[in-house]
């Protein structure tokens, strides 16, 4: 009887033991706060991948719960208590916010590399298919009678980028008046504001206005899954800088600061930055793209961009072209650009949307 009950026994651990090896390996949970334009980019590639890769090293399945708003509304978000772990926004201003209530370690772009950066794109003008309006430049965006759509700088980083491109490619050349007439100039003509580019863009594809000011990674990627538009790069432009960290504060209080940190870096990495320009976003230096996809990049003639630093910096930018103080923020209002057109539909985006790991995708070819 003691031999039955001992082999009794034996089979049944052996069972649970069998049991336990068949069980699926433990859920890893990471939340990412990021701007609108690269969502297609993170939901479609980049998690997808990011996360085949860490079941692959660790065993473990990672389930990534993300939220999309413009990059103001989202900066705004995680200082209000949205516990992100880490944060992919549009402007460096943005992510100093977050450093400066020290939810971000002061060191987030040595921590980041590439100065913190993980994506680079140039401010273009979307045009309807074969531009038949003729628009070239910022200067054309003025002509009487001409809709323009861009976002609302109070929600969008894309907006101030758009901004700074309009005023630098004047301002350089001609000085901070002619930056300021021309700004004036092409607002009195936008007919919409909305909250993020990607809902800017989305308009236009709507059949809304003659021109959107945007990010060129937006128009390349609405080409390549098939939407007919083309693009317009004005020169001289301004390049963005996209900004990514860990929100250090919460990812450790979350026990997720390694995770966090294994991210930010597969952005950073090859196969990161060629995941990003499968969808438009052009690659920090010394990655070298599959040449069908580099073939879709316009070149960039000397001189045909400028950048922030040739402004003044962030922080001259600010405090005297975009802050609540600054010259273009009083252009703005004092024109009323910040009310919506009524045929300016909002698009949803849904917080906090759970991604279950799925194998690695390249995205629109």
């Not at 995680?78 to 992919?88: C, H, I, K, S, T």
């Not at 997720?256 to 976003?281: H, I, M, N, P, T």
Request: proline fraction near 7%.
């Amino acid at each position: 009887m003691r031999k039955a009950f001992l082999w009794l026994a034996l089979s049944a651990g052996g069972t649970l033991l069998a049991c336990r090896g068949h069980e699926p390996p433990p859920d890893d949970t990471l939340i990412l706060a990021g701007y609108s334009a690269p969502r297609e980019a993170l939901e479609q590639s980049l998690i997808p991948a990011f996360a085949a890769r860490w079941r692959a090293e660790h065993g473990r399945v990672l389930r990534v719960h993300s939220s999309y708003l413009g990059s103001g509304a989202q900066t705004r978000a995680v200082l209000q208590g949205f516990e992100a772990d880490v944060a992919v926004l549009a402007l460096e201003t943005d992510m100093q916010k977050l450093a400066d209530a020290k939810l971000v370690s002061a060191d987030w772009r040595a921590a980041t590399g590439n100065d913190g950066f993980v994506a680079h794109t140039p401010v273009v003008v979307a045009v309807r298919s074969g531009n038949p309006l003729g628009l070239h430049t910022f200067a054309d965006l003025t002509r009487p009678g001409l809709e323009v759509l861009t976002p609302n700088p109070k929600t969008s980083g894309a907006a101030v980028w758009n901004l700074l491109a309009v005023y630098g490619a004047a301002a350089l050349g001609q000085g901070a008046g002619a930056g300021d007439a021309l700004v004036r100039g092409v607002l009195g003509n936008v007919i919409a504001m909305d909250k993020g580019a990607r809902e800017s863009v989305v308009n236009f594809e709507r059949g809304i206005g003659d021109a959107a000011i945007t990010y060129e990674q937006e128009v390349i990627g609405a080409r390549r899954a098939g939407r007919k538009y083309d693009e317009v790069l004005p020169q001289p432009t301004i390049v963005a800088d996209i900004p990514a960290a860990v929100v250090s504060r919460y990812a450790e209080a979350h026990g997720r600061g390694a995770l966090a940190a294994a991210f930010v870096a597969f952005l950073q990495s090859d196969e990161g930055q060629g995941l990003l320009a499968d969808y438009g976003f052009r690659p920090r230096p010394g990655v070298v793209l599959a040449p069908q996809v580099a073939a879709g990049y316009p070149a960039l003639a000397p001189g045909a961009t400028f950048t922030v630093g040739q402004l003044g910096g962030w922080k001259k930018v600010q405090k005297e072209l975009v802050g609540s103080q600054g010259r273009l923020t009083r252009l703005i209002e004092q024109q009323g650009a910040y009310v919506p057109h009524a045929m300016a539909t909002p698009v949803p985006v849904a917080p906090a949307s759970p991604v279950s790991p799925v194998s690695p995708a390249r995205g629109p070819s």
